[in-house]
């Protein structure tokens, strides 16, 4: 963030790196000024900065180009923090009240200090995402002012590997020069703009299709219930298309052009885009797309499983992410996971 209320955010993905230019007005409304993209290369693998140069020479190229555009220098950015090793962990505290027995903001404020302080072991602790209250047992959704002997807090908390930021930082601060103003969990920006109240509380499971990983995350009673990213996304896909003899470039045309989540009975065959390549077997494409299709899915159905609440969720599946724009994706999901 610099002057005049400008609002600057990168989104370093697997396939490309976004950034985004923002002002907020009096209101708190946020209009959106400039965005550009650029090519990752290898710099991302699945979230995470791979090769540190390469992502701080894109990120400044980026910022160069988002600069021209609004006519000013950027100061700060906000960074998304994704990447494979990231998952939710519940962490619980307990607190008996004072004599008074009356829940203050004070205590709130303590408990929220102690999740915040969390170290849990071999990782770190990169945000509080979502937090339930129990004062004697029973749940509390606002519980300053409530009486009781004892309240409890049951936070959940997004960690990861220690070195996901600081290869970010490396990357931004040390070789793009440019100063973090801060991080924000990817996922729970998405879930934030994706999801309606009445989804969070009914309960769903918000699926993120990237490129490098897909992200589940699940809502129940208005909380983050689980959130975890699976090390599999549509890049896999285009490399197992590759398997078919194309270059990753043409396998990732054919997947965006031809391939689908499920086969309606169309010819078997197509012509090829590529003067210099063969017709391609449609149906061996799909066959390809659909194996590894039902290895995330296998994923998306065990990770809901784990959370406690399959079946439960009742506003179903809520997808996003570039990949999830695969044909039939949306049908083959509900046929496979019944939702």
Do not use: W
Not at 70 to 90: C, D, F, M, W
Not at 147 to 169: C, D, H, W, Y
Not at 263 to 285: M, Q
Request: charged share 25%; glycine share 10%.
């Amino acid at each position: 963030m610099t002057k005049a209320g400008f609002i600057a955010v990168i989104d370093l993905g697997t396939y490309k790196i976004k950034g985004v230019i923002g002002r907020k007005n009096e209101n708190n409304v946020i209009s959106i000024l400039a965005s550009e993209t650029i090519d990752s290369g290898n710099s991302i693998r699945r979230g995470m900065v791979y090769n540190i140069e390469e992502a701080g020479a894109s990120v400044r190229k980026l910022i160069a180009m988002l600069e021209n555009k609004i006519g000013q220098r950027i100061g700060k950015v906000y960074v998304s923090l994704s990447g494979q090793s990231l998952h939710t962990l519940e962490f619980r505290e307990l607190k008996q009240l004072p004599t008074s027995g009356i829940v203050t903001e004070d205590i709130i404020d303590q408990l929220n200090l102690s999740a915040e302080k969390f170290t849990p072991d071999l990782k770190r602790n990169y945000s509080v995402a979502d937090v339930e209250y129990f004062i004697d047992g029973k749940q509390e959704q606002k519980p300053v002012g409530v009486t009781g002997s004892e309240i409890e807090a049951a936070f959940q908390i997004v960690v990861g590997r220690p070195n996901l930021m600081s290869n970010i930082e490396k990357s931004i601060t040390g070789k793009a020069k440019m100063e973090i103003a801060d991080y924000i969990i990817g996922a729970k920006a998405s879930a934030e703009i994706t999801l309606t109240e009445e989804e969070k509380d009914l309960g769903c499971a918000l699926v993120d299709f990237g490129a490098g990983t897909t992200t589940v995350s699940v809502y129940k009673g208005g909380i983050l219930r689980r959130m975890v990213v699976i090390p599999f996304g549509g890049k896999n896909i285009t490399k197992d298309i590759c398997s078919l003899n194309f270059t990753e470039a043409d396998a990732e045309d054919l997947k965006i052009k031809f391939g689908k989540a499920m086969d309606k009975n169309e010819s078997p065959f197509f012509s090829s885009p590529f003067s210099s390549k063969p017709d391609v077997d449609l149906k061996e494409l799909n066959r390809v797309i659909g194996l590894r299709l039902d290895e995330i899915i296998a994923n998306i159905k065990e990770q809901i499983k784990l959370s406690g609440y399959e079946g439960k969720l009742g506003t179903g599946m809520i997808i996003t992410g570039g990949s999830s724009q695969l044909k039939n994706l949306t049908d083959y999901l509900a046929q496979k996971l019944k939702m």
